[in-house]
């Protein structure tokens, strides 16, 4: 069994109801998403805020620290506590980075929504990443991925107002996590492949939020070598995902997508090749 940090167990309901009135005057119970604030301690040192919805706050804070890379080893963390009478997640290490303030002092503003910062020399890192060459994606594949996706039970669909990431290998969602930014969601897909040892090699990554920088460091991070969104993209997030050599695809909803990088790795029929 891969090494696990002692984990407290406190996820939170994503949705709670409410009173709403509709067009008619009429009084509906209505679902909507929770969020709460999540304010994270690395050995009693305040990191940051996160607003989340709770469904995975230990696996959050997790995949926080490992892509932001303020913790290098999973085996250098003790314990991962949360805490929502404080609002709170206390995570303690065994050794404590020498560098924290330094690298915390560094930051980059970013497009994600709620959170918005990368620390350190994230980008820097970027040139270390080796993506697999022989890994395939087909059109076929692509569909019926988008197929799961569309019929998943999720939070939106209950509520809206989040976004959702899934972990997919072939046509099959392995994980999928849905918060109030798909920032938190990337992050906690993140932590859980950290807590279960699973390569990104063969894997590929979905999300219904627009392809940025930010989203492609973090899958490129994660090791895996596609990433595909309904939305669209932004220019740095083209350059990046070229840069590290990432098959990207966006627009993708029912057999419609557009291929913007890493061609190389995906599969067409003749006829439309």
């Known amino acids: 069994m891969p090494y696990r940090p002692q984990l407290s167990r406190a ?13 008619r005057g009429e009084t509906v119970p209505t679902q909507i998403a929770g969020e709460h604030p999540l304010t994270l301690y690395l050995d009693k040192r305040e990191i940051v805020t996160l607003m989340t919805l709770g469904g995975a706050p230990e696996a959050l804070a997790l995949g926080y620290l490992r892509n932001q890379r303020l913790v290098e080893r999973l085996e250098d963390i003790a314990a991962v506590q949360v805490d929502w009478e404080t609002d709170s997640v206390a995570v303690t290490t065994t050794r404590p980075a020498e560098d924290l303030e330094t ?13 918005g910062t990368m620390f350190g ?3 820097e890192e970027l040139d270390k990443v080796a993506l697999p060459a022989a890994a395939r994606l087909d059109v076929a594949t692509l569909h019926a991925l988008l197929e799961a996706v569309r019929h998943h039970e999720s939070i939106y669909k209950q509520a809206g107002a989040v976004h959702g990431c899934a972990l997919a290998r072939g046509s099959d969602i392995l994980m999928f996590v849905e918060d109030v930014g798909r920032h938190n969601a990337v992050d906690a ?4 492949m950290w807590l279960e ?39 740095m997030g083209y350059d990046l995902a070229r840069r590290v050599g990432m098959t990207m695809i966006g627009r993708a909803q029912g057999r419609h997508y557009l291929l913007f990088t890493g061609a190389e790795r995906f599969d067409r029929p003749a006829e439309i090749a």
């Open 197 to 235: 040892n699973l390569p990104g090699g063969d894997k590929i990554f979905y999300t219904t939020g627009r392809l940025t920088s930010e989203m492609v460091i973090k899958t490129a991070q994660m090791g895996i070598p596609f990433l595909v969104s309904r939305s669209g993209l932004t220019q």
């Open 103 to 115: 690298r915390i002092g560094r930051r980059t503003v970013t497009t994600g929504c709620g959170q």
């Open 11 to 23: 996820a939170r309901p994503a949705t709670v109801t409410i009173a709403a009135v509709n067009e």
């Open 189 to 192: 897909i993140a932590g859980r």
């Open 121 to 123: 020399d994230v980008m």
